[in-house]
């Protein structure tokens, strides 16, 4: 088993920055990826991007440019450094992992990119 809890999310302006943490726990060195999902109002969940257990990084084309993914094995915690904000970035943002042939999720963490 694997839990997921993620923080930093909130209330920021366009164009301002925020940095999500996922500290993993459990069964860690059994995770292979970890990625950030989000899923706006209305919308379906879809990936932001993606860190392997070798650091090899994917990112969606919206957020390529302005998102980074990073981990801290010691900390075994993710992180998703996002600057450049839009409107559009606003979701409920959540950590998934992928151990042995098991997905696992957090609970979320809302941002919402408004003035």
């Known amino acids: 088993q694997v839990q997921l809890v993620e923080s930093g999310g909130g209330l920021v302006q366009p164009g301002g920055s925020l940095r999500l943490s996922c500290a993993a726990s459990g069964s860690i060195l059994s995770i292979l990826t970890m990625a950030w999902y989000r899923q706006a109002p209305g919308k379906q969940r879809e990936l932001v991007a993606r860190?392997?257990?070798?650091?090899?990084?994917n990112y969606a084309d919206s957020v390529k440019g302005r998102f980074t993914i990073s981990r801290d094995n010691a900390k075994n915690t993710v992180y998703l450094q996002m600057n450049s904000l839009k409107p559009e970035d606003t979701a409920v943002y959540y950590c998934?992992?992928?151990?042995?042939?098991?997905?696992?999720w957090g609970q979320g963490t809302q941002v919402t990119v408004s003035s």
């Open positions: 998934h992992a992928l151990a042995g042939f098991k997905i696992y």
């Open positions: 860190i392997t257990s070798s650091s090899s990084t």
